[in-house]
């Protein structure tokens, strides 16, 4: 389906991130106890969101992947068990979200945490900005600390959340203040080599969206593919900022090398809501089959600042956003063609990374992603 639309409206009004409609997602929802299905050996990266407890860690989890209204967070009762939710927003991002309860006691000698850590990806350990922190920083360092003798190579990353109640002074001194003491107590147990990423996010904005696609990046071994791509199509093309989104979950999994503006990405998320919700009226056929995605998807926004806004879809799964200014845009042929190489390149990625047996964390950055298409048709070797 194509779409195009003349917005009259101020490039920098933009509001709360929106969810999807309830019948596109990634299909049914699927929550177990991870006592139904404990083995280690699953393939898929493993992502365990901690935390104490009534920190936001659910919440997270239902908005980001399950297209719950932030307001509705509000009715979600206490966690009480560790639950697995399998999410596979693409063919090569298929990862497992382990939502671990506040309570969870690592000196509990039922509790298995090296088979958990051995195969864990990514650890986000999520913080209460909004409530004395003193207990969860102490929480945090005996996680990371015990999850990094187990498995050196997780990514350890965390979210100083609910910060949406915060003013800009009093969130730029949390994040500084739980910085310095969370790396405080890992040089006091000589645990310098355990890396922490810190991230302000919130439910009632975009800064949770942007903070789990960083996230999820690391876990992509064909990312270093991926952004060189971005680069070459938008160098050749006109475009400021290209971004690489999953449709659903609006995370953004790869984007070229410039800076990312937190209002560019809001903006390029608002876009994605539009086109979904509009084809999802519009885009299906009479007796409701059909899909609001698909290989047919398009659209383009101006905005009134000569500003334009470009979505294509790439896989089912994946769409590329870009933003630009109307003079490029008149060269709307050559944007195309260039994207048609773009495309078959990305498609060409995918198929290399269904064929190879990819290890999952960061440590596979430089895997053997060794072809790729640049922009004029021929082989070039990736950066």
């Known amino acids: 389906m194509s779409i195009q639309y003349e917005v009259e409206q101020l490039a920098d009004s933009y509001g709360v991130a929106d969810s999807f409609p309830k019948d596109f997602g990634y299909g049914g929802e699927e929550e177990a106890d991870i006592e139904d299905n404990p083995s280690p050996s699953d393939s898929k990266p493993r992502i365990l969101l901690m935390g104490l407890r009534r920190s936001g860690k659910s919440s997270i989890q239902k908005v980001v992947f399950h297209k719950?209204?932030?307001?509705?967070?509000?009715?979600?009762?206490?966690?009480?068990?560790?639950?697995?939710?399998?999410?596979?927003?693409?063919?090569?991002?298929?990862?497992?979200?382990?939502?671990?309860?506040?309570?969870?006691?690592?000196?509990?000698?039922?509790?298995?945490?090296?088979?958990?850590?051995?195969?864990?990806?990514?650890?986000?350990?999520?913080i209460d900005a909004q409530d004395d922190y003193v207990e969860a920083l102490t929480r945090l360092h005996l996680t990371v600390s015990r999850a990094y003798r187990v498995n050196p190579e997780i990514n350890?990353?965390?979210?100083?959340?609910?910060?949406?109640?915060?003013?800009?002074?009093?969130?730029i001194e949390t994040q500084r203040d739980i910085h310095q003491r969370a790396n405080d107590d890992l040089a006091d147990a000589s645990l310098e080599?355990?890396?922490?990423?810190?991230?302000?996010t919130s439910i009632y904005d975009h800064s949770i969206f942007e903070a789990f696609s960083k996230v999820v990046q690391k876990l992509i071994p064909q990312l270093p593919t991926l952004e060189n791509l971005l680069n070459i199509f938008i160098s050749n093309s006109g475009i400021e900022k290209a971004f690489l989104f999953d449709v659903v979950s609006k995370i953004y999994i790869a984007t070229d090398s410039s800076p990312v503006d937190m209002q560019s990405y809001e903006l390029?998320?608002?876009?994605?809501?539009?086109?979904?919700?509009?084809?999802?009226?519009?885009?299906?056929?009479?007796?409701?089959?059909?899909?609001?995605?698909?290989?047919?998807?398009?659209?383009?926004?101006?905005?009134n600042n000569t500003t334009v806004l470009y979505l294509k879809e790439v896989t089912k799964f994946l769409a590329l956003v870009c933003i630009l200014r109307e003079e490029s845009f008149e060269r709307k042929g050559l944007i195309d063609y260039n994207f048609h190489c773009f495309r078959k390149a990305i498609h060409e990625v995918f198929e290399v990374g269904v064929?190879?047996?990819?290890?999952?964390?960061?440590?596979?950055?430089?895997?053997?992603?060794?072809?790729?298409?640049?922009?004029?048709?021929?082989?070039?070797?990736?950066?």
């Open 268 to 303: 390029c998320c608002d876009m994605i809501d539009v086109v979904i919700d509009v084809s999802c009226i519009y885009g299906l056929k009479e007796d409701g089959s059909g899909s609001a995605y698909d290989k047919e998807s398009m659209a383009i926004i101006k905005l």
């Open 355 to 383: 064929s190879t047996q990819w290890p999952a964390g960061p440590q596979a950055a430089g895997s053997p992603c060794t072809k790729a298409v640049a922009l004029n048709g021929t082989p070039r070797n990736t950066v």
């Open 193 to 200: 080599k355990l890396h922490l990423s810190f991230y302000l």
């Open 68 to 126: 719950m209204s932030p307001n509705e967070t509000l009715f979600l009762e206490s966690t009480n068990k560790i639950y697995k939710d399998d999410i596979s927003s693409s063919s090569f991002v298929n990862f497992q979200i382990w939502d671990f309860p506040g309570q969870v006691d690592f000196f509990d000698p039922t509790f298995d945490y090296e088979m958990i850590f051995r195969g864990t990806g990514a650890l986000i350990f999520v």
């Open 156 to 171: 350890f990353e965390v979210f100083i959340h609910k910060v949406d109640g915060l003013s800009d002074d009093h969130k």
